[in-house]
């Protein structure tokens, strides 16, 4: 594996994995909604930046206009998604579903942008996906909603899948787009386009934008920088590579941010570490390994 493949990819996964623990407090007060267009715009606005000193193409065909329009629609309904998983279920079990959408990322690329993966190499990014699951959720938690007494059954479960499906297709395009047609515009489309259809189908949802944010705007400005650090370093390490290779492992790496989440939850948020966690953690180590490994 191409060695800024993995260290952008691990950087994206800690900036997402932040993201994660600071909106849980954010969706609680100003809503899933709200949350996600915001992100989105304030994450759009730091995008651009990059775009000042990358190359970019500005020749559009009919294919290359759908492939933004795809990627703008697809990561505004994952954002939506996720956070609405977030505000309504608990974290460690809504995000390792959220963040099982690497297996979609991978099928998608292998299916459409002919990416080129070994049996072994797709069994390592299974192994990835399940210790994604194993660290980010709490066995005891999971045993009151599935045994516990008048208990509805894991709220935000089908938000979550939502979401995962969704930043499955979105990363898929945004990193085949950004190959294609350099950072600008993909970046544009996968954040400020993405605001924008957020805005445009809040009239029809019946959804308030009003940015009333009383003490949350602080909290959303590091949610943004964290968010559009993770997009600039998911577009320019697909650029840098160049192979279509690249964007499934990028894709698996930003999934490792559960594990982040996870282990900011336990030392700011107090949350204790479970058996599980341990043995995620080691198949998380394991099958990156192997990944680095078999692909190397």
């Known amino acids: 594996m191409d060695p800024i493949v993995f260290l952008f990819g691990l950087m994206i996964s800690v900036s997402f994995g932040a993201s994660d623990v600071l909106s849980k407090g954010v969706t609680s007060r100003i809503g899933a909604y709200k949350t996600t267009v915001y992100i989105l715009a304030l994450s759009g606005v730091v995008t651009l930046i990059p775009g000042l000193f990358l190359s970019s193409s500005f020749v559009l065909s009919l294919g290359s206009v759908l492939l933004l329009v795809f990627i703008a629609v697809t990561t505004y309904l994952a954002f939506f998604g996720l956070y609405r998983a977030y505000s309504k279920g608990m974290l460690s079990l809504t995000s390792p579903i959220a963040n099982s959408y690497p297996a979609f990322s991978t099928a998608l690329s292998i299916l459409l942008i002919g990416a080129s993966f070994s049996p072994d190499s797709i069994a390592a990014l299974i192994v990835v996906m399940v210790g994604i699951v194993l660290v980010s959720t709490s066995i005891s938690d999971l045993r ?28 898929t395009a ?43 705007f602080r909290r959303l400005s590091v949610m943004a920088a964290l968010e559009a650090a993770g997009a600039i370093l998911y577009s320019a390490g697909a650029i ?38 341990v043995i995620g953690i080691l198949m998380l180590i394991g099958g990156v390994a192997l990944l680095l490994y078999l692909t190397g």
């Open 144 to 171: 009151l909603r599935l045994f516990g007494k008048g208990k509805a059954f894991a709220p935000g479960v089908g938000s979550a899948m939502f979401a995962a499906i969704f930043f499955g297709s979105s990363w």
């Open 174 to 216: 945004f990193g085949y787009a950004s190959q294609t047609l350099g950072f600008l515009l993909p970046a544009i489309a996968i954040r400020l386009g993405a605001a924008a259809a957020g805005f445009g189908l809040a009239p029809v949802l019946k959804e308030d934008v009003r940015p009333v944010f009383m003490n949350s």
């Open 240 to 277: 840098i590579s160049s192979s279509s290779d690249a964007i499934p492992i990028l894709s698996t790496f930003s999934g490792i941010s559960a594990a982040f989440t996870v282990c900011f939850a336990i030392l700011f948020l107090k949350e204790r570490i479970e058996i599980n966690h």
